[in-house]
């Protein structure tokens, strides 16, 4: 025989598992996921973007750096790409602000 409380977790499983409830996140792909984060949210996919870019912009320079030490290279590309996140992150910052006390509609 299982102790009582193991009974309650038991039904409370069984019970959550019944019901027949249908969260949208759990029925979408993740291409839709994607598509619909990057709308609330729309400077995150452009900071991973300029991130990516400025990653395969150095690299690209990577032999053509001249007499600029590896390290040096390195550490201005990777600031470069920090600023660019962190500028994206600000914008967005700004634009949700603005979406959510400026532009929304009086009621």
Same mark, same amino acid.
């Given at each position: ?8 977790i ?5 019970m959550?598992?019944?019901?027949d ?25 452009? =900071? ?22 590896m390290s ?10 920090? =600023? ?7 914008? =967005?910052? =700004?634009?949700?602000m603005?979406?959510e ?7």
């Amino acid at each position: 025989r299982r102790p009582k409380r193991v009974e309650k977790i038991l039904q409370t499983i069984t019970m959550s598992t019944d019901t027949d409830v249908s969260l949208s996140s759990y029925d979408e792909d993740q291409g839709s996921k994607l598509i619909r984060k990057a709308r609330e949210a729309p400077f995150v996919p452009i =900071g991973m973007a300029g991130f990516a870019a400025i990653v395969a912009y150095g690299l690209y320079k990577l032999k053509s750096r001249g007499n600029t030490k590896m390290s040096v290279h390195l550490i201005h590309m990777r600031v470069a790409a920090q =600023g660019f996140v962190v500028g994206a992150m600000t914008l =967005g910052m =700004g634009y949700s602000m603005y979406r959510e006390f400026w532009a929304k509609p009086k009621p």
